[in-house]
T-cell receptor, first 113, second 113 residues
């Protein structure tokens, strides 16, 4: 099992450009999450999907959109990138119970110039 | 913000000493408290977790204690080794069945040989 995979690993954008970060998991998990990680600020939740077909905003959703394409895949889209979105983005997935572990992907390092 | 409080932000110890990291949470309904370790450039990985129905859990050199009354929990690492050097994040579950976690800001632990 590959666990949680993310593409791309690195990306540089110019202000105003758009892009989609891809995430997939092969653990048959119901819930999937997108976080951003900035120095000194821990992991902040952008959007999550508790189950296939549902998505909800997290703590910092502005400037992002998501799509839960199917049970395996959960993508994050930046429609018009801004320098404030320079960050490391992690996708995670979790089984059905609240005490189940969240498994993280390897991350995408995004720089917006 | 919604992040839990985590202290200290940096911690430097000599190899063989103990390290303690503390976190507080605000949601009295939180029932799951994981700790993640993140090495430089890597993804966060779960090292230990505790559910609200127990007060302490131990796994070799790592232990977690939970005080529900005071709403705080702590990570204890004994006999520290250089490979314990990393950033450690606490997290607490949020009310509801979404599996959402609120993360602390992180503690950078340096173990000096």
């Amino acid at each position: 099992n590959a666990g949680v995979t993310q593409t791309p690993k690195f990306q540089v954008l110019k202000t105003g450009q758009s892009m989609t970060l891809q995430c997939a998991q092969d653990m048959n998990h119901n819930s999937m999450y997108w976080y951003r990680q900035d120095p000194g600020m821990g992991l902040r939740l952008i959007y999550y999907s508790a189950s296939e077909g549902t998505t909800d905003k997290g703590e910092v959703p502005n400037g992002y959109n998501v799509s839960r394409l199917n049970k395996r895949e959960f993508s994050l889209r930046l429609e018009s990138a801004a320098p404030s979105q320079t960050s490391v983005y992690f996708c995670a997935s979790k089984g059905r119970y609240s005490y189940n572990e969240q498994f993280f992907g390897p991350g995408t390092r995004l720089t917006v110039l | 913000g919604e992040n839990g409080e985590q202290h200290p932000s940096t911690l430097s110890v000599q190899e063989g000493d103990s390290a303690v990291i503390k976190c507080t949470y605000s949601d009295s309904a939180s029932n799951y408290f994981p700790w993640y370790k993140q090495e430089l450039g890597k993804r966060p990985q779960l090292i230990i977790d505790i559910r609200s129905n127990v007060g302490e859990k131990k796994d070799q050199r790592i232990a977690v204690t939970l005080n529900k009354t005071a709403k705080h929990f702590s990570l204890h690492i004994t006999e520290t080794q250089p490979e314990d050097s990393a950033v450690y994040f606490c997290a607490a579950s949020i009310t509801g069945n979404t599996g959402k976690l609120i993360f602390g800001q992180g503690t950078t632990l340096q173990v000096k040989p």
